[in-house]
């Protein structure tokens, strides 16, 4: 084979065609695969994530759609001046920026009031001790209720009109009632009138000498 017909491909148009078919597939593929994988990773798009604090899940769920966002409920907590159901806190957090698609966690006020054991107060605590555990406990204190027996001193607790018993539990915040001892002495087996010794007494005090 001569330099000659080595070099002769040049001259066929054939040739040239096919490489420039070959360059132009070759190039589509790879913008191709460029603009698949920008998609793919939704490249440079950022979506503000809405601050929701204070909204039920379902006006929430609405937001966040209409964001790209999904969300959904992992914790609860309980904050007694927040509705029940009402989002206490998202994260990522309001006003970062994440990809559309991303899922936003939510903590809601739970739904049910926890329930507390009452402070052990009674026949141990005088009115002082008595409110100053209650009150850190988390409880309210409505007017004391007295009752006879030693004054200012605590002798029961109650919720609702009813008499507490040692651990039992009432909801977070609940206004309790605390049965105080008005002074007056509780009555006794002596301090019971003998109704026989009476009788006697007032028999023995008639004079029936004039009969």
Known sequence: MT???????KANKYFWLNLLAMV????????????WLDSYTRHGEA???????????GEAE???????LICVVSDSSYVKNKPAGSILDVNPSAGQKVKEGRIIYLTINTLD?????????????????????VLAAGFKLDENELIPGEKDWV?????????????????????????????EALPT??????????MEDTDSSVDDSWF
Not at 47 to 57: E, L
Not at 189 to 198: A, F, G, K, M, T
Request: aromatic share 8%; charged share 20%.
């Open 113 to 133: 009031i926890p329930l507390r054991p009452v402070p052990d107060v009674a026949d141990n605590s005088s009115v002082r001790q008595a409110q100053a555990k």
């Open 189 to 198: 087996e002596n301090d019971s009138i003998d109704v026989d010794s009476l």
């Open 62 to 68: 609405m937001l966040f759609r209409n964001h790209g």
């Open 47 to 57: 979506v503000v994530v809405p601050d929701v604090k204070g909204m039920t899940v």
């Open 24 to 35: 132009v597939v070759v190039t589509l593929l790879f913008v191709g695969v460029l603009k």
């Open 155 to 183: 002798y029961g607790v109650k919720y609702m009109g009813r008499q507490l018993e040692i651990g039992d539990k009432v909801p977070v915040g609940a206004t309790l009632t605390l049965l105080v001892g008005d002074g």
């Open 3 to 9: 330099i000659k017909e080595f070099f002769s491909f």
